[in-house]
């Protein structure tokens, strides 16, 4: 996931109790993890759990793609410089230069206890922190915040992702047992399938697509789906950030979903050094447009609906080639 603070873009509850702590007791901070184990799941995907006494009042809010933030440390075997929780985000104390900090999905929660699955890739700190971490290792961690929002009475879902957001769909699959769920994702090759500890109704692997090695089939997979406009199913979209736009524009505009019905959440973005170059590149007053739709609305206007204000966003998005 891109890594932004926490205020104003993205919606999801307060972290919750499911430590067995309770909400006035539990003290909101910047955890410090310590690497108790690393396995490897499968060519592509590497398990970290984190344990130590600063977790053992870790919270979660107990949905499947919770999300936090990891602070890393200039090298591995270092301790990170840990910021502290200033509202929804966080700050340093003044003259601490900031610790590298990217955004990973929780894959399981236990008391005092989490794992976070990394996929492996050539470059980026996260991947290269991951291919050498040892127990004794030391990450800084917030507490979780989710995304997902299964609608009331909705009896079936339809989960559809790439490498990266695998670990939250399969998470979310294993807490809605309930619930009659597909999985779509695509991967890079066969022998890179994962899958949950509950039974699915069925899986669509896309293989030998994007991920940041070939060009991405997931729109057409999602296209071929049967997902009918009457409230009976709900969608959860995430993965590269403008494969999800295209999804997304097909559950809107195509199939005339409602905005309750999905939900849809870019998690990285292919060749994001070039996408970073053209932003920085744009126009301000565009910069800006983009920023007041994330925002607030001015003074007296009439207040856009959520899945309005990212239509525009992504129109400009795409009118700028980003």
Known sequence: MT????????????????????????????????????????????RVTFGGDDLLDYPTTGIGDEYVRLFFPD???????????????????????????RTYTIRDHRPGEIDIDFVVHEGGIASTWVLGAKPGYVLGINPPRDLYALPEGVAKQVLICDEPALPAALRIAE???????EIVC???????????????????WVRGSGNGHRPSRLVEAVRRLDIPNDGSVYVWVAGETRVTREVRSHLRHTLGLPGSAYKVVGYWTYEVEAWSAKWEALDESIKQQIMDLYGETGDGEPEMDEETRMDEVFRIYASVGL
């Not at 909400?23 to 592509?44: F, K, M």
């Not at 075997?77 to 104390?93: A, C, I, K, Q, T």
Request: no cysteine.
């Open 3 to 46: 890594a932004l603070t926490e205020a104003g873009t993205e919606s999801g509850t307060e972290p919750g109790t499911g430590t067995g702590t309770t909400a006035s007791v539990y003290a909101e901070r910047i955890h410090r993890a310590v690497v108790t184990g690393v396995r490897q799941l499968g060519p592509g995907m590497l």
């Open 75 to 101: 090298e591995a075997h270092l301790e990170p410089r840990l910021p502290f929780v200033s509202g929804r985000g966080w700050d340093y104390e003044e003259g601490v230069e900031p610790s590298q900090m």
């Open 175 to 181: 807490l809605t047992p309930h619930v009659e769920t």
């Open 186 to 204: 695509e991967i890079r090759d066969a022998g890179y399938e994962l899958l949950p500890s509950v039974e699915l109704k069925a899986t669509h």
